[in-house]
C-alpha cells in the first residue's frame, strides 16, 4: 500500500480520511483528509513528530492530519462498499449499510470521527466510487 497524496484532487484520485458524517438518503459522506503513511515516509514523519523515541513507527504507517477540514461529497449510486467484519476481514456491503456497521463498534474519541478506523475513498468525476474500511492493528 503507498502512502496517500497530501493534495485533494476534487474530481478523481484516491485518499485516505476519517469519516465524520453519513447522509444515506443525500447519498453524501463528510470527510477529513488524512495522510496515510509508509515506510519511509511513515518513519520520518513519525520521528519528526516524537523525536525522543529512538525506535521506528509502530506497525509500518503513521495517520499525518495537517488540515480538519471537513468535505462533503457525493456518493454515486454503483459505489463499491466494503467494510471490516471480525479483525481484519473485509466484506462487500452497501452505503446504506455503513451508519449501522459504524454505530455497531465501540465508541471512538477524535474530533467528529464515526469510526476507529480510517476509509480509503476512490473519487472519480467528482464522485466516491468506492469507500473501504481501512484495518488498523
Do not use: K
Amino acid at each position: 500500500m503507498a502512502s496517500s497524496p497530501a493534495a485533494v484532487d476534487e474530481e478523481r484520485g484516491l485518499y485516505a480520511v476519517w469519516v465524520t458524517s453519513i447522509d444515506v438518503e443525500e447519498r453524501s459522506l463528510g470527510v477529513d483528509v488524512i495522510q496515510w503513511l509508509v515506510g519511509e515516509e511513515a518513519d520520518d514523519a513519525y520521528h519528526a513528530d516524537s523525536p525522543g523515541d529512538p525506535g521506528g513507527v509502530p506497525n509500518d504507517y503513521y495517520i499525518v492530519n495537517e488540515s480538519t477540514q471537513t468535505r462533503v461529497v457525493d456518493v454515486a449510486a454503483d459505489v463499491q462498499m466494503r467494510v471490516l467484519s471480525t479483525g481484519a476481514v473485509l466484506i462487500d456491503s452497501t452505503f446504506a449499510e455503513l451508519p449501522s456497521a459504524l454505530s455497531a463498534r465501540a465508541p471512538v474519541g477524535g474530533a467528529g470521527r464515526l469510526s476507529y478506523s480510517p476509509f480509503w475513498v476512490a473519487v472519480n468525476g467528482g464522485q466516491v466510487t468506492g469507500i473501504c474500511e481501512q484495518y488498523t492493528p
